[in-house]
């Protein structure tokens, strides 16, 4: 069974710029997380979606964004990024809410 | 506010030693845990969770405890072997509220040969 993947793995942009980053779950997974994992602060709770729908947010400003769409497959963009939105942002999908969840390898972005 | 603490941030184990990780967390909210490894460039892997209607649970060398009065768990390795050098995330959620998981910062655990 194919795990989650995250693509692109690596991503270079510049200040400014705006990014999508893609994340494919598990065939049958309907719950799609994403992460943001950073030297200082650790992996943060970005949102999480089920079923087409955002169900949690976390603290991040609105810059950052995200959709599921009907095949469970899941966007997360950026825009206007900044210095400081360089890590590795990880998705994770369960078959449902709170149990589960398997982690892609992440797309590690850069901004220059 | 840190609600989920892993406060060493390295552990250094020999070979065939236990090895012991420990999270503690503040949110009484909190009633299911898991704990994921994660090597370099890799996402976390999934290891072993524990309900907080249970104080153990076990697979295989992996064993982790809970202790809801003083908001501890901790996780066992044994025998530690030099593969399961790693970084190990304790994570909580709250399965009655927004099933967010909610991180500690990580424990780089090496096991030496």
């Given at each position: 069974?194919?795990?989650?993947?995250?693509?692109?793995?690596?991503?270079?942009?510049?200040?400014?710029?705006?990014?999508?980053?893609?994340?494919?779950?598990?065939?049958?997974?309907?719950?799609?997380?994403?992460?943001?994992?950073?030297?200082?602060?650790?992996?943060?709770?970005?949102?999480?979606?089920?079923?087409?729908?955002?169900?949690?947010?976390?603290?991040?400003?609105?810059?950052?964004?995200?959709?599921?769409?009907?095949?469970?497959?899941?966007?997360?963009?950026?825009?206007?990024?900044?210095?400081?939105?360089?890590?590795?942002?990880?998705?994770?999908?369960?078959?449902?809410q709170g149990d589960g969840y398997t982690f892609g390898s992440g797309t590690r972005l850069t901004v220059v | 506010?840190?609600?989920v603490k892993q406060n060493s941030p390295s552990l250094s184990v020999q070979e065939g030693r236990i090895s012991?990780?420990?999270?503690?967390?503040?949110?009484?909210?909190?009633?299911?845990?898991?704990?994921?490894?994660?090597?370099?460039?890799?996402?976390?892997?999934?290891?072993?969770?524990?309900?907080?209607?249970?104080?153990?649970?076990?697979?295989?060398?992996?064993?982790?405890?809970?202790?809801?009065?003083?908001?501890?768990?901790?996780?066992?390795?044994?025998?530690?072997?030099?593969?399961?050098?790693?970084?190990?995330?304790?994570?909580?959620?709250?399965?009655?509220?927004?099933?967010?998981?909610?991180?500690?910062?990580?424990?780089?655990?090496?096991?030496?040969?």
């Open positions: 069974k194919a795990g989650v993947t995250q693509t692109p793995r690596y991503l270079i942009k510049t200040r400014g710029q705006q990014v999508t980053l893609s994340c494919s779950p598990i065939s049958g997974h309907r719950s799609v997380s994403w992460y943001q994992q950073t030297p200082g602060q650790g992996l943060q709770f970005l949102f999480e979606y089920f079923s087409e729908t955002q169900r949690n947010k976390g603290n991040f400003p609105g810059r950052f964004s995200g959709r599921q769409f009907s095949n469970s497959r899941s966007e997360m963009n950026v825009s206007t990024l900044e210095l400081g939105d360089s890590a590795l942002y990880l998705c994770a999908s369960s078959w449902r | 506010d840190q609600q012991i990780l420990n999270c503690d967390y503040t949110n009484s909210m909190f009633d299911y845990f898991l704990w994921y490894k994660k090597y370099p460039a890799e996402g976390p892997t999934f290891l072993i969770s524990i309900s907080s209607i249970k104080d153990k649970n076990e697979d295989g060398r992996f064993t982790v405890f809970l202790n809801k009065s003083a908001k501890h768990l901790s996780l066992h390795i044994v025998p530690s072997q030099p593969g399961d050098s790693a970084v190990y995330f304790c994570a909580a959620l709250s399965t009655g509220s927004n099933y967010k998981l909610t991180f500690g910062k990580g424990t780089l655990l090496t096991v030496n040969p």
